[in-house]
Structures are given as structure tokens and as C-alpha cells.
């Protein structure tokens, strides 16, 4: 089973989810003409050093391992009034399609959840209406369209409650 294969991120594995990051957020980044120039926030620059800031700011992270390869990964934050964030969700392309993202969201939410969140957020960029869907497909809902400062396109949030 895929969720069987989803553990905590270790210290031994922040190289290689730098690296996994960066490969799954390059195709959107590419698509759209992001660059570190125009948006230096983008995932598909992401580093060792953002791993640790990210850490440092109470973001948890699991991978989702296949024999010895990191193959996905998603990020967990928490907010105020029982909301947590989803981050950095990333499977690598080649491996795209195979569930291993919804496996990552669900794994996501339930950890969330347990740790007493009531509602998950997620923020994308919003000319992305493939992801949008898929997102939608797993129960967001599309609720605001925002600008940041450091990013050229408009940027979506979507929310999901978690359990009843």
C-alpha cells in the first residue's frame, strides 16, 4: 500500500528532497516563464537552505519513498483557529500518475487532522487549472485569488474541511 511508504522527513533525506522539490516544480515553472529573477520563492529554486528555514518556521515534511528513492513529498504547517497549510506537495514527473500524490494529500489531512486542524489550506498558482482540478477532484474548494508581491501571476488559494 503507498501510505505504507510515507514517513517523516529525516535529516539524511534533506539533499535529496531539495532536489525532489526543485524536479517537480520545474515543469509548472517552465510552462509559466518563472524564473528566480521573476520569482524567487518558486519551488523549482528550492534548496537545502530553504529546508532548514522551513523547518525552523514548524513546517513538517514526509516523503513518500519507493525502494530507496524519494519519489514525493508534501509539507505540513499550522495556523491559527484550527487551520493547518498543505506545502510543497512534489512527486517527481516520471512517476506522476501513479496515486502517489493523492496519497501524499490524504496522508497530509490525516496528520493534520489528528493534530487538531479542522480545515487545510493550499495556495497555487492560478493560471495552473489542471491542478486546480485535481485539487477540486479531492475535495477543495477554489476561494480566493490573491496577489504576492515576489510572484508575477495571480496566486489561488483553495481550502478543504477535514473530517465532520
Known amino acids: 500500500m503507498v501510505g505504507d511508504l ?3 522527513v ?11 522539490i526543485r524536479r517537480a516544480f520545474a515543469p509548472p515553472a ?3 516563464g518563472l524564473t528566480p529573477d521573476n520569482c524567487p520563492v518558486h519551488p523549482s529554486d528550492y534548496t537545502v537552505d530553504w529546508v532548514h528555514n522551513d523547518l525552523a518556521k514548524g513546517r513538517c515534511f514526509f516523503v513518500l519513498e519507493e525502494g530507496d ?3 514525493g513529498c508534501v509539507g505540513v504547517c499550522f495556523g491559527e483557529d484550527s487551520e493547518a497549510e ?11 500518475g501513479r496515486g502517489f500524490g493523492s496519497a501524499l494529500v490524504g496522508y497530509a489531512e490525516r496528520y493534520a487532522q489528528r493534530e487538531g486542524a479542522r480545515e487545510m489550506s493550499l495556495h497555487l498558482l492560478a493560471e495552473l487549472d489542471d491542478l486546480r482540478r485535481w485539487y477540486e477532484h ?3 474548494d477554489y476561494v480566493d ?12 488559494v483553495m481550502t478543504k474541511r477535514l473530517g465532520k
Open 6 to 8: 510515507i514517513r517523516p
Open 10 to 20: 529525516a535529516s539524511r533525506d534533506y539533499e535529496a528532497l531539495a532536489e525532489l
Open 30 to 32: 517552465e510552462r509559466l
Open 69 to 71: 528513492e524519494l519519489v
Open 86 to 96: 498543505m506545502t510543497r506537495l512534489g512527486v517527481e514527473p516520471d512517476q506522476q
Open 138 to 140: 479531492r475535495g477543495y
Open 145 to 156: 485569488t490573491i496577489d504576492i508581491d515576489v510572484v508575477p501571476s495571480p496566486v489561488g
